[in-house]
């Protein structure tokens, strides 16, 4: 089997408060390969985005304390100075969000946006990037791209504004995509083609995705594998079919049984 994209080991982030250093999340343990989604999922507290902030060090050191290991393509990113960081964040990892307008600049149009990050972090030229853009959007298939390059954030709905925030997660060419609930603030169709949408583009692009969720339903939609957290800790794992027929937790079959 090839080597993982990532590969996490005896996770534990602890935040400091009134002096001590409380864990929050606690020995979870996982990874991901070239070319395939695995879910983390949990109800709300569970400690699912703290592990995704965690892996690339997203917390101030001075409140937060990260042990174990994660192996970035067998890089241990924990011993990282942290100006390696921002390239890993920028470059090979890239995370999309539940809600993108938070992400966007309201200022800038979409257009510029991605160009922005195409310049940024690819090199590419303005008149280079300006082209990359708009095969960017219609990769992730916005009606009309030429067009709505000139908008603005706001102009654009919510299932729209997540597919700018693919858009510019491709623009980096990353190895990994973490994506923490991004389609949870979404009408049930649009959240559907979104799913559609982030599968497709991993068969294209061979990315390894970590695919963040409270919802055993999205879980099935597109997971291979699965990993059950509960109060911090990673409780079950397997393969999202075995899960499903055979969950070994009480957890594991409550969160199931609100799936319809
Ligand atoms: P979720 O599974 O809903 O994404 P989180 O990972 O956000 O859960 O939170 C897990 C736990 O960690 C919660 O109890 C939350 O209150 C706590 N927590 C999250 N962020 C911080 C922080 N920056 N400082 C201290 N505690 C935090
Ligand atoms: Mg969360």
Not at 240 to 254: L, M, N, S, V, W
């Amino acid at each position: 089997m090839a080597e993982p994209v990532i590969r996490v080991s005896g996770l534990k982030t602890s935040f400091q408060r009134k002096g001590l250093w409380l864990p929050v999340v606690r020995d979870v343990s996982f990874d991901v390969a070239a070319g395939e989604t695995v879910a983390l999922v949990g109800e709300s507290g569970s400690g699912k985005s703290v592990t995704a902030m965690s892996l690339m060090r997203l917390y101030p050191p001075e409140t937060c304390r990260i042990e174990g290991e994660v192996r970035l393509e067998g890089q241990d990113l924990l011993q990282f100075p942290e100006r390696r960081m921002r390239d890993i964040r920028g470059n090979r990892v890239a995370m999309i969000f539940q809600e993108p307008m938070t992400s966007l600049n309201p200022s800038l149009t979409i257009g510029d946006q991605i160009s922005e990050v195409l310049v940024a972090h690819r090199g590419l030229s303005l008149k280079a990037a300006a082209k990359e853009t708009l095969a960017l959007m219609e990769k992730v298939r916005i009606p009309s791209a030429a067009k709505r390059m000139q908008e603005y954030p706001h102009q654009l709905s919510g299932g729209m504004r997540q597919r700018i925030m693919i858009a510019m997660a491709l623009a980096c060419r990353p190895r990994l995509l973490i994506a923490d609930e991004p389609t949870t603030a979404l009408d049930v169709t649009i959240q559907a083609q979104i799913l559609e949408l982030i599968k497709l583009l991993q068969e294209e692009e061979g990315m390894g995705v970590l695919f963040i969720t409270h919802d055993m339903g999205v879980v099935a939609e597109i997971a291979d594998r699965t990993i059950v957290m509960y109060k911090g800790e990673a409780i079950e794992r397997g393969a999202t079919g075995e899960i499903f027929a055979d969950p070994q937790r009480a957890y594991t079959k409550a969160l199931l049984s609100a799936v319809p």
